[in-house]
């Protein structure tokens, strides 16, 4: 296994406090246990800028200057890339490489790394996110380089591995276990698997409300264009009589009860479009659109807008494969330095992450989520 290091400055606040070495140096060693119980062997190095200078011990990131640039260390700027574009890479072989980084990558250039390990993927390899907060103290920086906290954090540290399916879920399971007997907390780490996040089972709609609350009667037959569709025939449909106060439906993946995730703004995940029934006009009535979305535990929620006096329609919510996100990965990305919460979070990472996704999406599959709705006004 090629493991590559983040040498850069940002990464200096793991050494800033006892709390934060121990846990750093946590991980460096449940990364070492790990490649060695595999069997597949350890080439460690120190990555930044566009180099990689090999070290003899994963144990030499504990010390400040890896990071300061002292000692043997040159300072290096935060790019990762060039782990995989190292020699090693054929036809036949998809070699197991593991990145540590806090992925602050310079100027936000996230399609270099992704352009980097998209030949890996070509040849095989599956890719895996191992995301775990660790404490902190130094100064934070955003990807352009700017100081946007001095002090205590919790701050995300990211294995970033690609390499043949069975030996990498071996590999990053057993990382995530080794962290957690050295004293990681188990809830500070995410671990995903795009593969199978990308490929996941797509999501229907299984239930629909109103908004405001009870201003919809589901579950009931609807007319559309002389026909009348009821929940039986049209399994895949949510089909809803609305009434003169519905303003917005919210259709969920969740047959019943609430996704515990608080909802976020429009990211433009869903696609809406109209469904033609019989001749029907298939462009989609003004003011539709979607208001929020909510992620929890595998399920979606979709709030559509629908303003009164929207005719009977029957439309379509799509999710294209690769852009439905894990809700960790969003709680984690840094959209504005001024939260207090941003100091938590990386720039970037919900770019980065749903596209590495879309390398992983599987030719000719279904949308990641489709939700059918049809209804009649009140």
Known sequence: MQLAIDGSGSMLGLTGSPQSSASWKAILRAVTLAAAGSGAGLQASRIGGSTTQPIGNTMQAAESCFFLGCGAFAPVSSNIDALWNAPGLSSQTAPLRLAISDLEVNNGDIARLVGAIEPHVRRGATIA??????????????????????????????????????????LMSDIRSKSALGGVPTASMKLTFLEDQANAPTLLAKSVKGSPANSLSSGLPVQLAGATYGPGSQADYQLARLSERTNAVVL??????????????????????????GGQDTSLPAGINVQSFQLGNQDLALTISIPPGT??????????????????????????????????????????????????????????AAFCLAFNPG
């Not at 701050?155 to 990498?168: D, M, N, S, V, W």
């Open 129 to 170: 996110i191992l995301a775990i907060k660790v404490p902190f103290q130094g100064r934070v920086f955003n990807s352009e380089g700017q100081v946007i906290h001095a002090g205590i954090a919790q701050r995300p540290i990211y294995l970033l591995a690609t390499g043949p399916r069975a030996q990498l879920h071996a």
């Open 252 to 277: 969920s993946s969740r047959r019943e009860g609430a996704i515990t995730g608080s909802p976020m703004p429009d990211m433009a995940i869903a696609q809406l479009e109209s469904l033609p029934v």
């Open 311 to 368: 005719p009977s329609t029957a439309l379509r919510a799509q999710v294209p494969r690769g852009q439905l996100p894990e809700a960790w990965w969003i709680g984690w990305n840094r959209q504005t330095t001024s939260a207090a919460a941003a100091k938590e979070q990386s720039d970037g990472l919900l770019l980065l992450l749903t596209s590495l996704s879309k390398l992983m999406v599987a030719p000719g599959t279904t949308p990641a």
